[in-house]
């Protein structure tokens, strides 16, 4: 088996089907390719949704658990996986037209340890109709490279989403056991230990930023200290390759939204964390770093200033 598709889904039942209904029309065309989907105690039909959709589809396996954690949903879906790759599928996202086939070519071809592409981020349901682009070539890049690219969030996110690793790699760092931004906190690890890594500038993978969603943060963090464990993680995996200015805006922009509100502040207040990050940056030298924007200079003063 060449690709698994780890496919983790609670309580999906409003667009489960349309996930599977696009999925299917992809993988009618390929081989070596398993889909692996996750019923993590879900109180309505996605078991039954899955169940069914599953007979007439032998690419399909299914299995339920009752962690209401996607990773250790995700974790459960890797331990079933049999594909030497190991990709990772919302139950509300999809592949864009030709991207999956992009993706199986392209690991046949180039065998890397680690594929990573960006994401096309829509606020619209997905229908299957969403045309993927000119997919080029991938490019090669250096461990220093991608940890660089890692840190440029407008040009690759911390999503599992649009990456390919190795289950070797993953056998090696697990995910990680949370219940949000799990994929931040383990995805730079891969990188570091990756031998070979490639990059395609193309976006094959529709992230639906849906209403409601884990990662939708309304106007609170519900995940907020899980939020501080996965940056503490990226510092950790890049230790030694990035410079503070590369993830300061990642501190800069959730001590900003926390500041907005007493509940916010009160837990700022409780994980000092924060505020020991933020003040450890020298103010002079995040100023005069050229790669900067003034919009988050200004940011980073606005924030200092109210810690």
């Given at each position: ?128 109709s969403e045309a993927g682009g000119w997919f080029r070539d991938v ?27 190795t289950r070797q790699i993953l056998l090696q760092h697990d995910l ?60 950790t995996a890049f230790a030694g390759r990035i410079a503070a200015w ?62």
């Open positions: 088996m060449l690709l698994s598709i780890i496919m983790p889904a609670h309580n999906a039942a409003a667009y489960l089907g349309r996930t599977l209904e696009v999925l299917a029309r992809q993988m009618a065309e390929l081989e070596q390719v398993e889909v692996i989907a996750i019923n993590d105690a879900s109180t309505d039909e996605t078991a039954k949704i899955l169940e069914e959709f599953a007979r007439p589809h032998p690419w399909l396996k299914t299995i339920s658990v009752d962690f209401a954690n996607v990773g250790l949903a995700r974790q459960a879906g890797v331990g079933q996986a049999d594909g030497r790759y190991v990709t990772f599928l919302d139950s509300d996202d999809a592949f864009l037209s030709g991207g999956l086939a992009w993706m199986v070519d392209t690991l046949r071809r180039h065998e890397p340890d680690l594929l990573m592409t960006p994401l096309r981020e829509t606020g619209q349901p997905l229908d299957g490019a090669p890049l250096s461990v220093q490279q991608a940890c660089d690219l890692f840190c440029e969030h407008q040009s690759l996110q911390g999503h599992f989403a649009g990456k390919c690793v990680a056991a949370m219940k949000c931004y799990e994929d931040m906190m383990t995805t730079p690890h891969w990188i570091t230990e990756a031998q070979s890594i490639v990059w395609g500038a193309e976006p094959v993978y529709a992230y639906y930023k849906r209403p409601g969603s884990l990662s939708d943060r309304g106007q609170t963090w519900r995940y907020g200290e899980e939020y501080i464990r996965a940056l503490q993680s990226i510092e590369q993830t300061a805006h990642l501190w800069i922009g959730f001590a900003k939204d926390l500041l907005k509100t007493p509940s916010g502040r009160q837990f700022l207040n409780a994980q000092p964390a924060v505020a020991a990050k933020l003040q450890s940056i020298s103010v002079w030298k995040y100023l005069a770093a050229r790669q900067v924007s003034c919009k988050w200079k200004l940011r980073f003063l606005r924030v200092r200033l109210r810690l």
